[in-house]
Each structure stands twice: as C-alpha cells, then as structure tokens.
C-alpha cells in the first residue's frame, strides 16, 4: 500500500476585516490545494452563522470545516495565520489568529490526520505556529503535524 | 450517588459532529485513559446528541442549554486540546455523580 501523505497549504496574511474573511483565506487554500470546492468555502462560513463559533477549540484557534457533500473533493488541511486576531463571539476562546481548515470527501476520511492534528495540537503545535518564521515554515510544521495520517 | 457504569458512555458535542467534537473525543480518551476508567467515547452533532443518553456529555457551553437532561453529568469545556484543562473540569463532575 503506498504511503499517502496529507496535502498541506498555509499563509500569514497580516489582517482580514472579520473572521468570515478569516475563514475564506484558509478556505481558499483548499480550493488552491485541489481537495475543496468554492462551495465548500461558503459552507465552512455558513456553519458558524448557522451552528455558532463552536469551531473556536481552543484560545485563539478554530478549525474550519464543512460536510464531504458540501464540496470537499479529497482530503487537505490548510491554516492561515492573522497578524491581527479576528473576534468569532467565542465565550472563551476569543480573539483568533489561527485558523486551520480541513476538507476530506469521505465520511470516514480525515479520522487519521484528525487523530494527528490533536495529538499535534495537544503537544503545543498553535505556541509553534505563532512563533513561525514565515508561511513556509507555517507549511512545514503542520505538513509535519499530520504526516503519517 | 450510584456505582459508575462500565464502561462509563461518553459522548463529546459539537455543531456538525465530525470536525471539532472527533477532537475532543480524542481529548477525552487520553483523559480518561490516564484516569483508568473504562469509558467509550463517541462524538456526534447537538441535534443527534438530543437522542442519545450518555453518562457523560462533554462540549462547549454555547450548547449546554440545548442538551440539559440528556445526560447525568454535563462538563463544559473550553479548550478541546487540553487534557490537562479537560482532567480539571472532569474530576469534580464525575465525583460529585460518585463516578471517581
């Protein structure tokens, strides 16, 4: 079996004007990755109108997502990362200057690069994310954080 | 006070059920792994969450008010990545059921 690797896309972008603009940058680098549809984007932002600023999982981190059916096309992971933190009406977990985003196509298909996200974001991998030199070394470290996924 | 089930039913809530409470599902397992109780934990979305009746729900507080009485002990949680922080809320809210 050949050894699949998750596709991984970041960016540093030094502001947005609120946190759907925030979602549509790391939602955009799966529509640049192949694994997302233009739809899937609007899904990802329509979740948090309709469900709340659930995805906000930890201080100043959400993970944006949407279902398989609402456009995904294969399994990526991307993470933008705000100079200036956007707030989501998060009780908690506000102001956000990370948010990563996933797609996969099937139900049953980013369980093993979620496994690894967590891990990797139990071990301090958002302290590692924020001391980042530059969306190349972004890139690296979550490529790294879900390798073997 | 009533003995603890076992294994002890663990449910962990999200909004969509697959992204954010899959993680805290994990979070969970590493908890109560090194608590050494046996539970099973499952994660699922606030509407299905409704029909189910776990011994522990475990989400954010923003979805607490739509899940009272679905299960014997509520733990809000705020951060999904920290088991350390999730061992804290746990700990008083499972022994307070006498579950500890």
Redesign the interface.
């Known amino acids: 079996m050949a050894v699949s690797t998750v596709p991984t896309r970041a960016v540093h972008v030094a502001a947005v004007p609120d946190w759907t603009a925030a979602v549509r940058v790391a939602g955009d680098l799966l529509v640049d990755l192949g694994v997302a549809t233009a739809d899937y984007v609007t899904a990802c932002v329509d979740?948090v109108h309709?469900?709340?600023?659930?995805?906000v999982?930890?201080?100043g981190l959400a993970?944006a997502?949407?279902?398989p059916e609402q456009g995904a096309t294969g399994v990526g992971v991307a993470v933008a990362r705000l100079g200036e933190p956007v707030v989501f009406g998060?009780?908690?977990?506000d102001p956000v200057d990370l948010v990563l985003a996933?797609a996969t196509d099937a139900?049953e298909g980013?369980?093993d690069m979620?496994?690894a996200?967590?891990?990797a974001?139990?071990g301090g991998l958002?302290a590692r994310l924020r001391a980042a030199d530059g969306p190349a070394e972004l890139d690296a470290l979550l490529t790294g954080a879900v390798a073997g996924a | 006070m009533s003995q603890r089930p076992t294994p002890l039913t663990v449910l962990a809530v999200?909004?969509?059920g697959?992204?954010?409470s899959?993680?805290?599902r994990?979070?969970c397992e590493?908890v109560f792994a090194r608590l050494g109780i046996d539970a099973r934990v499952d994660n699922t979305d606030?509407s299905a969450a409704k029909g189910q009746s776990p011994d522990v729900l475990v989400g954010?507080?923003?979805?607490m008010a739509d899940l009272e009485g679905v299960a014997t002990v509520n733990v809000v949680v705020?951060?999904?990545?920290?088991?350390a922080a999730l061992e804290a809320r746990l700990r008083p809210a499972l022994a307070e059921a006498g579950w500890l």
């Open positions: 979740s309709e469900r709340g600023p659930y995805i999982l930890a201080p993970l997502h949407a279902r998060h009780p908690a977990n996933f139900p980013h369980l979620l496994r996200l967590a891990t974001l139990g958002a | 999200c909004g969509l697959m992204g954010t899959l993680i805290l994990m979070t590493t606030l954010q507080g923003m979805h705020d951060d999904f990545v920290d088991d």
